[in-house]
C-alpha cells in the first residue's frame, strides 16, 4: 500500500484515544480485556489494517515500549521508535511541532510518556482528529495501559473482581500507576482495597477510611498485594526518604505476607527497586505475578492498538 504524506493509512473520519480511561465503559473494558484473552490463547495475529506507530518517550521506559512494540509488531503494524537523544528536541523544536511532522508523515498513533499532566489532552486537543494518542503515563497522574494490564492480570486469578481484597502499598503519592487502578477499580465495581504508606507518601485526596500506614494492618486479609516503587524522581524540593526507616517499616517480605496474608498474590508494575519496597525472595517467589504482569502488558496493548485502530 502506498502512503501520502497527510493522510492515514486507514480511513477512519473519528479517531479513537486513550487518555485516562474516562473513555472506557465497564463493558468496553471487558471486550478489551476480552480480547487481551483471545490473543493469549492463540497469539497476536496481524490486523487486516495498516498502521505506523510512533512511541514518544520523554521519560525513561523499558518494559512499556518494548511491549507497545512487541504488540505492534505482533498486529503486523510499522513501528517507529524516536530517539530524543537524536532529535530535534535538542534543537528547541516544540513538541506540538514534531507531533505535526509525525502526522505529516503518515503516523497514525502517537504512544506517549512525558511528566507533564496536561500536555498528552492538549495534543488530543490540536491533533486528536489526524492522529490517536495512547497515554504510556502522563506525570503522576495517569498510566491508563497500566492499569488495564494489571486488571486483566487480576481478572485472570478466577475471583469476581467485586469481591477481591487488594492492598496497595508504598509510594502512593507519586505513583500514576495507583491513581489510574483506583478509577479503574471504581470503574469495575472492586471496592475492597486499602492504601497503605507512610503518612508523607499517601494519596491525596484518598477516602480516609481506605489509608492505612501500619504495613501488617494494611496487609491483613488481602488477596493480592500490589506494590509501588519508591519514584525518588518525582520528589520536589524538600521531599526526603530515610531509606532505612521506610525498607524496616515497608519492605514486603515473605515473613509479613505469611503472617498477615498468607494465600496472598504479589504484583508490581515495575521497576522493582529490589530490597527497597519488595525483597528479592517475595519477587521471585511463586505468589509473585510480577513477571506475569509483564507478559499480560503485551496481549493487552496489543488490545487497546486493535481497538483504537478499528475505531471501537
Ligand atoms: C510505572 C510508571 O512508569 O509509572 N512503571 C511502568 O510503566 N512499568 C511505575 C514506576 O515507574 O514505578
Same mark, same amino acid.
Given at each position: 500500500?502506498?502512503?501520502?504524506?497527510?493522510?492515514?493509512?486507514?480511513?477512519?473520519?473519528?479517531? $479513537?484515544?486513550?487518555?485516562?480511561?474516562?473513555?472506557?465503559?465497564?463493558?468496553?473494558?471487558?471486550?478489551?480485556?476480552?480480547?487481551?484473552?483471545?490473543?493469549?490463547?492463540?497469539?497476536?495475529?496481524?490486523?487486516?489494517?495498516?498502521?505506523?506507530?510512533?512511541?514518544?518517550?520523554?521519560?525513561?521506559?523499558?518494559?512499556?515500549?518494548?511491549?507497545?512494540?512487541?504488540?505492534?509488531?505482533?498486529?503486523?503494524?510499522?513501528?517507529?521508535?524516536?530517539?530524543?537523544?537524536?532529535?530535534?528536541?535538542?534543537?528547541?523544536?516544540?513538541?506540538?511541532?514534531?507531533?505535526?511532522?509525525?502526522?505529516?508523515?503518515?503516523?497514525?498513533?502517537?504512544?506517549?510518556?512525558?511528566?507533564?499532566?496536561?500536555?498528552?489532552?492538549?495534543?488530543?486537543?490540536?491533533?486528536?482528529?489526524?492522529?490517536?494518542?495512547?497515554?504510556?503515563?502522563?506525570?503522576?497522574?495517569?498510566?491508563?495501559?497500566?492499569?488495564?494490564?494489571?486488571?486483566?492480570?487480576?481478572?485472570?486469578?478466577?475471583?469476581?473482581?467485586?469481591?477481591?481484597?487488594?492492598?496497595?502499598?508504598?509510594?502512593? $503519592?507519586?505513583?500514576?500507576?495507583?491513581?489510574?487502578?483506583?478509577?479503574?477499580?471504581?470503574?469495575?465495581?472492586?471496592?475492597?482495597?486499602?492504601?497503605?504508606?507512610?503518612?508523607?507518601?499517601?494519596?491525596?485526596?484518598?477516602?480516609?477510611?481506605?489509608?492505612?500506614?501500619?504495613?501488617?494492618?494494611?496487609?491483613?486479609?488481602?488477596?493480592?498485594?500490589?506494590?509501588?516503587?519508591?519514584? $525518588?524522581?518525582?520528589? =520536589?524540593?524538600?521531599?526526603?526518604?530515610?531509606?532505612?526507616?521506610?525498607?524496616?517499616?515497608?519492605?514486603?517480605?515473605?515473613?509479613?505476607?505469611?503472617?498477615?496474608?498468607?494465600?496472598?498474590?504479589?504484583?508490581?508494575?515495575?521497576?522493582?527497586?529490589?530490597?527497597?519496597? =519488595?525483597?528479592?525472595?517475595?519477587?521471585?517467589?511463586?505468589?509473585?505475578?510480577?513477571?506475569?504482569?509483564?507478559?499480560?502488558?503485551?496481549?493487552?496493548?496489543?488490545?487497546?492498538?486493535?481497538?483504537?485502530?478499528?475505531?471501537?
Amino acid at each position: 500500500m502506498s502512503v501520502t504524506a497527510n493522510q492515514c493509512w486507514w480511513n477512519l473520519t473519528v479517531k $479513537k484515544h486513550l487518555l485516562n480511561l474516562d473513555e472506557l465503559t465497564q463493558s468496553n473494558i471487558h471486550s478489551l480485556l476480552d480480547k487481551a484473552k483471545h490473543y493469549e490463547q492463540h497469539g497476536i495475529t496481524p490486523h487486516t489494517k495498516k498502521c505506523l506507530v510512533a512511541s514518544l518517550f520523554y521519560e525513561n521506559s523499558t518494559r512499556t515500549t518494548a511491549s507497545f512494540e512487541i504488540a505492534a509488531k505482533g498486529l503486523g503494524f510499522d513501528v517507529l521508535n524516536f530517539s530524543l537523544d537524536n532529535s530535534s528536541l535538542s534543537k528547541g523544536e516544540s513538541i506540538a511541532d514534531t507531533t505535526k511532522a509525525f502526522i505529516a508523515m503518515g503516523v497514525d498513533a502517537i504512544i506517549m510518556r512525558h511528566k507533564s499532566e496536561r500536555l498528552i489532552f492538549d495534543l488530543k486537543e490540536a491533533f486528536g482528529s489526524d492522529c490517536s494518542f495512547i497515554n504510556a503515563g502522563s506525570g503522576a497522574t495517569a498510566h491508563p495501559t497500566q492499569a488495564l494490564l494489571d486488571l486483566y492480570t487480576l481478572r485472570e486469578l478466577g475471583t469476581p473482581l467485586e469481591n477481591l481484597n487488594v492492598a496497595l502499598v508504598g509510594d502512593l $503519592k507519586h505513583s500514576r500507576v495507583v491513581r489510574s487502578l483506583i478509577k479503574l477499580f471504581g470503574k469495575m465495581g472492586l471496592y475492597n482495597y486499602r492504601l497503605v504508606s507512610p503518612p508523607e507518601f499517601s494519596l491525596e485526596g484518598a477516602n480516609s477510611s481506605m489509608v492505612v500506614s501500619n504495613l501488617a494492618e494494611g496487609l491483613v486479609g488481602a488477596d493480592v498485594v500490589i506494590a509501588l516503587r519508591v519514584q $525518588k524522581e518525582r520528589f =520536589i524540593e524538600g521531599e526526603r526518604l530515610d531509606l532505612k526507616a521506610y525498607q524496616n517499616s515497608y519492605c514486603l517480605r515473605e515473613s509479613i505476607i505469611e503472617q498477615c496474608c498468607p494465600n496472598a498474590k504479589i504484583m508490581h508494575p515495575g521497576p522493582m527497586n529490589r530490597g527497597v519496597e =519488595i525483597d528479592s525472595e517475595l519477587a521471585d517467589g511463586p505468589r509473585s505475578l510480577i513477571f506475569k504482569q509483564v507478559r499480560n502488558g503485551v496481549l493487552v496493548r496489543a488490545a487497546i492498538l486493535d481497538s483504537i485502530v478499528d475505531g471501537k
